[in-house]
């Protein structure tokens, strides 16, 4: 027993003897993960007088050999290493957003963003797939060496936001006798999508019966959210109220903002327009264009110059003319004297808006004054004040020219204008352009 242990010691012995004095650390064959740091494990030499030459791209996948040789004793010695560098780690794909995404019942997807990157493989964005299955989107990226990577993102199609509905107008509204019943309409949005042309109106108003109506609206999105609003309808014995909004002093920065809601309104209105500078030319275009009235006010809005006599008023009158027709082709007929006809602004030129306005009329042209002012020529004035001011100015059951103002200075009266339509179309009111045929409205002359 004790023989057999002396023997395993001697033989560790010799084997210790006989190691080679100059060996590799680390096995011969080394399997290394591309993307990742090598370091060679080194050697074993008495006086490490060792060159290690062959190159090594830890990067690139591929079979690698290093030499290492040593110079002793005026022999040389050489080792190798194989070193394969492998590529085993698949691609990382990492998503932006939920893993589950809520989408609309119909939408078409929207990717809210998709990263791949791999340690090798620097062409990994050209190999990735996005697939649609069903309420799947699978992303797929397989890497130059064949490693693949899967995510799923899960679609839960459903729309739990009921779509917004308001009316235009009020909740009630009268309709005069045989006029024709003018919906005002409604506004919708949805989170879904455009429900505009999905409201159903309902209705049987008549307006040649006296009696309570009512006017039912009713929209369903694609999740099956359904919103239903009414509007109470009264056809009373009264006679129809019309009106025309009159806009002095524009175009200017505010215009685009009363184009906008008369727009939404679906009503035409007539613009005086002045002459200060080109940059708004593209807003009376658009105005004609949508089906304003464009009439003349002044070019200069100098009253100390249009009203010294009756030659400086025709060509400051020409001047916008001309101006109005470069622009839009319209010789327009229409006009309105700075000031009013009845103004006294022109006092220091006794007798003047008499000769003027009897040569207008003579040349042709149909001029107009209000009877609503809604008070926006004092900028000191709200919106609100505006709009209830133009409010009481209304008198149902006949003609209204309301005079307002879309100059530069006249921001509250774009606010207010919608508050005004409000109040109007929930009247019935029947809201016209001025033209040629529309009976004029006219001040007395007060010089
Ligand atoms: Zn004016």
New binding site residues.
Partial sequence: MKLRWIGLVMLLMVLGACQDPFRLKGSATILHEAGTPFTDPGFVAPDNQVTVSGSLDPMVPGTYTLTYTWEHDEKTTSLTRTVRVLDRTPPEITLDGDLTQVVCPLAPYAEPGIHVSDAVDSEIARRLRIRLEGNSVVYTATDASGNTSTVVRTLLRQDLQAPVLSLKGYETMDVPLNASFRDPGYRVSDNCGDLSDRVVVDHNVDPTTIGDYTVTYTVTDDGGNTVTLTRDVTVIDEAETIVYLTF??GPSLNTETVLDVLADYGVKATF?V?KRSSRYDETLIRAVQEGHTIGL??YS?DYDRIYSSVDAYLSDLQGISDHVYSLTGIRSMIL?F??GSSNRISDFNPGIMTKVTAKVNALGYHYFDWNVSSGD?NSTNTAEFIAHRTILGIKRGRVNVVLL?D?GGSAETAVALPLILDYLVSINALILPITMETPVVQHEVQN
């Fill in positions: 002095d002093d005086f002045v006010h002044t809005h309105r700075p000031g020529g103002h100059g």
